[in-house]
């Protein structure tokens, strides 16, 4: 059995793991993607029951996206 590591893939983490990378509680992160107001996230199934799944990418981009230079700033986006 060959040892094939590939840097170039994908980091996939359930709603827990993602929390955790963002320091959000799940709850938190859950609320907001019903809000629209998180991060992308991927639906692997079908159906209501499909598992949530992020993309570290998609994670690190959102907070890039959200990132301010002062306290005044934040509200007006």
């Not at 590939?6 to 019903?34: C, G, H, I, Q, W």
């Not at 809000?35 to 981009?61: M, W």
Request: hydrophobic share 35%; proline share 3%; glycine share 8%.
């Amino acid at each position: 059995m060959s040892d094939v590591t590939n840097t170039n893939a994908v980091a996939y983490l359930d709603t827990k793991e993602a929390a955790a990378f963002l320091r959000l509680s799940p709850r938190t992160l859950e609320r907001m993607r019903v809000e629209g107001a998180g991060p992308k996230f991927l639906k692997a199934g079908r159906g209501i029951r499909a598992r949530v799944l992020y993309r570290e990418e998609d994670l690190r981009s959102w907070v890039e996206a959200i990132t301010y230079g002062s306290t005044s700033e934040y509200g007006r986006r």
